[in-house]
Structure formats: C-alpha cells, structure tokens
C-alpha cells in the first residue's frame, strides 16, 4: 500500500492503488479530490436516515429516508417469495442494520427482512414474504419534514375488497331489508364479525368540555323509524402513517385521533338496526386520497364522513366544524387553508404517481355534483347542530372548500372538524376518551337526524361482488 502526502504538508492519502497512485497532484484542490475518491473507490456514499414498516391488511409500506437521493435497483424471486433491493452508495449504518427489527409477526405480508454488503458500494436487502405481492417501489422528494424517501408498498395479488369485508357483516334478515347480497359460502353460514371496537388510549386527564349555547336534542321519535332500507356510511381517518397529519404542542399526532374517533362512530353506527359502516383505514397506515374516494364507491355509501383535528396558524383557533365541498370558492379565509393543507397529504403520504386510474381520475375532476353538494350541506347542519352540544362551534353554518376527498360526485361528503389540535385546550380534549365518545355520539345523531328526514332512495344497481 503506498501513502503519499499532499504539497501542502496536509494528511495523508492512503490505500490508493492502480494508475491514480502514480500521478503527481500539483496543489491541495487536485490532493483533495484525490482523497475523496479514494476513500470508497467511488462517489461519497449516502447515509440512511430514519427506515419505517407500516403494516396493514391493504399493504405493507417500508420507508428508507435518506440525505440525499438512493439509485437503487429491485427484482421479484419466487419459490420461496422475495422481493431484492439494490441500494447503490448506500452507507449500511445502525439505522439501516435496525430495519430487521421493524418486523413483526403480524406483518401480513412480510416474514423477515436480511440487510447486508453486497458487493462494494452496494448494500442488498431481501424481504422475506409470507405470500406473492404486487411490489411498488418508488421515490419521492423532500416535503414537509420529510428528506429524501424511497417507498416500498407491497400489495397482496388480490387486493383487499372492502365490499366483501362489509357484506361479511351483514346478517341474512339484514341482506333481506337491505337489498343487499350475501356472499356464498361453502357452508352457507354467515360468518358473525365483532363490530370494530376502540383502540385503548393511555390514561389521561378528563377535562370538561366547553360550554355550548346549543345543548344535545334528542331525536324525536316520528323520526327515528323513517328509513326503509339499509344505510352504508364510509367513515373517513384522515392521515395515516406516513402522514401525521397536524402536530399539537404536547406532541399529539392527529391521525391518532381520527383514528381512535373513526373507531368509535363506526362501533356506534353498525349499533343502528339500519345502517352499517366501513373505514378506509382500520390503523396506522397512510391511504391516498383517491383511494378513500374509491372504496366509498366500491360499497356504494350513501354517506362519505371524513374525521380530523386539524391545526391553524394561530394556537387560539378553536372550536368543531363541518365543512363540504365547494365548486367556486371557499366560504372563508380559514376554510381555504385547510383545504390547501389537506390536500397536500398525498406529498406527504406519498402517492406513487406513475400508477393511474383513469375512471377515478375521471369521477375526480367531474363537476357535476350539485345534487350531491346539496346534500352534503343538509347532512352538515344536522351534524354540526348536534356538535355544537359537545363543543362550542369555530363557526355557526357548514363551511366549504375545495377539499380533494370529499371529490365524489355521486356521495355526499363532509370533513368533520372535531377540534383544532393547536390549541392546547383542545389538544387535551382531543386526547380524552370521554370526549372522543361524545363526538362520536353527536355525529351518529347527526346523521340519524339528517336520514330520517331525507330517506335514501331504492338503489336501482345494488352493490354486488363483481
């Protein structure tokens, strides 16, 4: 091994070899460029930041985050199921030898994950798979907090069905006033499927909530027995996984919150004797926007309900709020914001843009949807008049704004304020189970309330497994 010194009197250049260790360097620029490439043989490498699993029955998603941009290279195996990945220039630090850990036994999809040198200045991972998936890998730019991210989301070869999942629910007697199909089965025995049940959350203080001018009205009972056939209700999350959504200043994620409030309405809707409910995420796992529309669409919902805590430029933001979609404008300064915020998810989710569906696309950009915003606002009085029982209002009418998710022409659609996660007062309240009890209540009488005076219309095309 030769070593040699630089003009300057500097360090030492070592471990060089081949025709470089025979050339004369004039100066410290040329000794200095020398050196950097002689440290690897090649370019200064890249180091991994943060890796991240999330686990859930539509995919599992693996996130390397790293300083600069990864090339890499992947390929499918078969005979057992792999799926390869090449990092190029990549450092294998603790925090890419910790992405093993990352996996659990309830990882659907994913057995183990090995981590190792591959040949110089290529680091190798192999991802052990319980079952043949649809892999996409992708990268995304630096957004938010974020740097650079490269995605792995491993779909099942036949995607999750959320119509199938619903219709498991359902009991005969049900199917029968509903119009709705059962699903056959070998035994024809339905299977019986708990109702979601909240997910316990650490105790916590209980604060009281905040006095209202409007107190809870209880359903007048020539209302209540007004609806013919049965009621399908998507319930909304909002964020998720890689999303977290807005942060309060005691650290409270939102996407826990939606989440935890999302369980409880959907245990509280399928209570109902007519109605019955799905959610577009059952856990910490981030959905795009498009896809919350889609499989609304896919059960057919006669109600689209998308839950969030947001947060706003000043702290002193407070109060509940429903908001609808708007084909103009939207019907203040705040309302505008929030809109613009959410939906900017996608970047921060990340969406894997070379995948299209024309037919959503479609359904997305379609302006045809008076009928639907008209509704919208109906069943948003009903709701925010129940809220205002629970929680003074931010504002006293529904407001509206562009927001991407409440996009579907055929599905009213509303996105429940449940507080503002920014104002630490409701940050706490946001984080009480008792009070994320009461605004499920408050929605579910809402809807009861908007349903009993506008009964949904005889499907003419029920929802059927295609």
């Known amino acids: 091994m030769s070593r040699k010194f630089h003009r300057d009197g500097g360090l030492p250049v070592s471990g060089l070899v081949g025709p470089l260790t025979r050339r004369r360097f004039i100066g410290s620029t040329g000794a200095a460029l020398l050196l950097l490439v002689s440290r690897t043989g090649q370019a200064a490498q890249t180091s991994v930041l943060a890796v991240r699993v999330w686990p859930a029955k539509d995919y599992t998603r693996i996130t390397l985050e790293s300083r600069d941009p990864v090339v890499f290279t992947h390929q499918s195996v078969h005979n057992p199921e792999r799926l390869v990945v090449d990092l190029e220039g990549v450092e294998l630090n603790d925090i890419l030898q910790s992405l093993p850990t990352k996996i659990t036994g309830q990882d659907p999809y994913i057995q183990l994950i090995r981590a190792g040198r591959n040949r110089p200045g290529v680091v190798r991972l192999v991802i052990e798979l319980k079952t043949e998936v649809t892999p996409q890998v992708f990268t995304l730019r630096p957004v938010g907090e974020y740097g650079h991210r490269l995605v792995l989301d491993l779909y099942p070869v036949e995607p999750v069905d959320p119509l199938l999942a619903l219709l498991e629910k359902i009991s005969p007697e049900e199917a029968a006033a509903g119009g709705a199909p059962t699903p056959r089965r070998p035994d024809d025995k339905p299977r019986k ?49 890689e999303d977290p959504g807005a942060v309060g200043s005691a650290g409270s994620f939102e996407k826990h919150v939606t989440l935890s409030v999302g369980r409880r309405l959907k245990a509280k809707i399928d209570a109902q004797p007519n109605m019955r409910a799905m959610l577009t ?107 205002g029982g629970i929680n003074r209002l931010h504002k006293g009418e529904v407001e509206q704004a562009s927001f991407a998710v409440l996009k579907a022409p055929d599905i009213p659609s509303i996105l429940v304020e449940t507080a503002f996660i920014s104002n630490p007062e409701e940050e706490a309240r946001l984080n009480d189970e008792a009070y994320q009890d009461r605004m499920a209540e408050a929605i579910v009488r809402g809807l009861r309330r908007y349903f009993a005076r506008n009964p949904p219309m005889a499907k003419s095309k029920l929802a059927r497994l295609d």
């Not at 939906?343 to 989710?349: K, P, W, Y």
Request: hydrophobic share 40%.
């Open 193 to 241: 499927t708990a109702a979601a049940q909240p997910k316990p959350q650490p105790p916590q203080a209980r604060p009281e909530a905040a006095p209202s001018s409007e107190p809870p009205r209880p359903t007048p009972p020539e209302e209540e027995d007004n609806v013919s056939r049965l009621i399908t209700i998507a319930i909304d999350p909002g964020h998720g996984g």
């Open 281 to 387: 995420r059952d856990a910490d796992y981030f959905v795009p926007l498009q896809q919350r529309v889609a499989k609304a669409r896919r059960v057919q919902a006669d109600l689209f309900v998308s839950i969030h805590a947001d947060a706003f430029i000043s702290p002193t933001a407070r109060g509940s709020s429903v908001f609808v979609l708007s084909e103009k404008g939207a019907s203040s300064t705040a309302a505008r914001w929030l809109a613009q915020k959410e939906n900017a998810a996608d970047l921060i989710g990340g969406v894997n843009l070379g995948v299209k569906d024309s037919h959503l696309a479609r359904t997305l950009l379609d302006l045809s949807q008076t009928a639907a915003i008209n509704d919208s606002l109906k069943v948003g009085k009903a709701v925010l008049g129940e809220l």
